[in-house]
């Protein structure tokens, strides 16, 4: 027979899972210190290809000066002055994601552990109706 | 207000009814409303500029998330510029990919300010934005919305300086030249920097007001907000020249400020809850829930009663009319006498008392008392239904 408040509680967790517990769900499989740390290495990723690209702007962009003073410039320092910029903003950029990330880590958590929670007492609903028929039987 | 009230009520009501239509519509109208305008403003690729193709775009749009929106209007924006010149699409690529790369993959659902932000500009709008933001979104909506203004400032310059950037010469100096302008006007456009600042000021300063624990946070975040976006472009025009059209800063202020009203009317204390429709099983059934959510302020269902005249009406003849109107009046009369007699029957038992304190009539009935009245009332009650029903016997055999 159809349980009322089964079938809502039910329904909750199904509209849980196809929204934003998909999300939670993916998220969930991973242990805090992976998921942060597969989205940091992400990050250095996409940070160095902007970094590439700002950069190949910028000797687009000073391509004339380059040319002129090629003999001038310390090469050296510069590449310092390049691996010191980009370690900076590869640094800043990675603490930012952490946050991002801890946060998001988090939350999907406290979603999860709702979900989990539902499901018990689903299972304890199930228990209870099998209960009840198992003593009608007798 | 109770009208706007109700519109609104019918407005939710259609929404949450009707949702799975709704979303593609409203889809498919941005994209549309996004190609429309820039083709307006940047339409040199002649292809792109056909109106069957900006509908099949948008039509195409509407069935993907919101978010496709900008990665097609982003394409779009790319192929217009590559009929301008290689640089041009060169310059405009790599700023999308730096926003993608850096910013949107945080902030997914902020994307779509990336293009409202120009939409608004274009429409003359410019200051509806960070009032939106603010009220709406989070603090880095700053981010997003700073994106959209580097991107309608781009393109403005591309429209502006369209004859210069045009592919003429295959010389490698004047290609860097050309390059060069573009950075430089990304870089060197004081008068973008300064609306960035007062965006991101202002999204900040709604942001932080709307969230205060006061009464009318949300009106108060507005006109802050406004003065605050007003007072930051001022400044930023008294020190870097940045030619802002008072006039029109005002009054598209004032403008911004009716926006959020009406956003706050729609937004504020509103729950836009989906219709979810889900599909489960467990070991007896398969389950497909359609889960409606319930309105809280019922609508007003208007039904119009009309009453017309008997004479003009009635089908019935003079001598039908009549006997109906006697029948039904000898049957008033008979409800009238059995009532009159239930009533005598109850007022008699009841004790009617005036309260000495607040001088009210007050009908006392004692719990231990009042189960035996109720009994004797019960009695007295049915013989008078006998007597009547008796009396209605009588009266029906007499007409018979």
């Not at chain 2, 009332?377 to 007597?387: M, S």
Request: with cysteine; charged share 20%.
């Amino acid at each position: 027979m159809l349980n009322e408040a089964r079938v809502k509680l039910m329904t909750r967790m199904a509209a849980f899972e196809v929204g934003e517990g998909k999300r939670s769900m993916a998220i969930g499989t991973f242990f805090r210190s992976d998921y942060i740390a597969k989205e940091i290495i992400k990050s250095i990723i996409y940070g160095t290809i902007a970094f590439g690209l700002i950069l190949g702007v910028y000797l687009v962009y000073e391509f004339e000066m380059f040319m002129a003073n090629l003999y001038e410039i310390n090469w050296l320092d510069f590449g310092q002055m390049l691996l010191k910029r980009y370690l900076i903003g590869i640094g800043i950029y990675a603490l930012i994601t952490y946050i991002v990330y801890v946060v998001r880590y988090s939350r999907a958590r406290r979603n999860l552990q709702i979900y989990y929670n539902n499901l018990r007492r689903l299972r304890a609903m199930y228990k209870k109706e099998a209960a009840q028929e198992k003593l009608t039987e007798e | 207000m109770a009208k706007l009230l109700m519109i609104r009520e019918q407005i939710k009501s259609f929404y949450s009814r009707y949702e799975g239509f709704c979303r593609p519509v409203l889809k498919f109208l941005l994209a549309f409303l996004a190609l429309t305008m820039i083709n307006k403003s940047i339409g040199y690729a002649a292809v792109l500029g056909n109106p069957a193709v900006v509908l099949v775009i948008a039509l195409f749009c509407s069935f993907f998330p919101t978010n496709f929106v900008v990665v097609v209007s982003t394409l779009v924006i790319l192929l217009h510029l590559y009929a301008v010149s290689l640089e041009t699409v060169v310059t405009a690529g790599i700023l999308f990919m730096l926003m993608f790369l850096l910013y949107f993959r945080f902030a997914a659902k902020d994307t779509i300010l990336l293009v409202m932000t120009p939409l608004c500009f274009i429409l003359k709008i410019p200051y509806v934005v960070p009032l939106c933001a603010g009220l709406v979104g989070s603090p880095t909506s700053m981010i997003s919305t700073g994106c959209g203004v580097v991107t309608y400032y781009l393109l403005q310059y591309i429209s502006g300086n369209r004859t210069a950037l045009l592919t003429s010469e295959d010389d490698p100096i004047f290609q860097l030249e050309k390059f060069r302008m573009l950075i430089d006007a990304l870089m060197k456009n004081r008068q973008m920097m300064v609306v960035i600042a007062a965006f991101a000021i202002t999204i900040l300063v709604v942001y932080l007001i709307r969230r205060l624990p006061v009464d009318h946070c949300w009106t108060i975040a507005m006109i802050t907000g406004m003065l605050v976006d007003i007072v930051v472009i001022l400044v930023g025009d008294l020190k870097y020249q940045t030619m802002v059209e008072i006039p029109a800063l005002i009054i598209g202020s004032l403008l911004a400020l009716a926006v959020g009203l009406v956003l706050q009317f729609f937004v504020f204390n509103v729950d836009y809850t989906r219709t979810e429709k889900v599909q489960f099983e467990d070991d007896e059934y398969y389950y497909y829930v359609k889960a409606i959510p319930k309105n809280t302020v019922s609508l007003a269902d208007r039904k119009v009663k009309k009453i017309k005249g008997q004479t003009g009406t009635s089908q019935a003849t003079g001598s039908d009319s009549s006997r109906r109107s006697a029948l039904t009046a000898a049957k008033g009369s008979r409800d009238a006498q059995e009532y009159r007699v239930r009533r005598t029957a109850a007022t008699k038992e009841r004790e009617v008392v005036r309260s000495s304190h607040n001088s009210t009539k007050r009908i006392i009935m004692p719990e231990d008392v009042a189960g035996s009245r109720r009994e004797r009332l019960t009695e007295i009650e049915k013989a008078a239904a006998a007597k009547a029903r008796a009396e209605r016997k009588k009266n029906n055999s007499g007409t018979e």
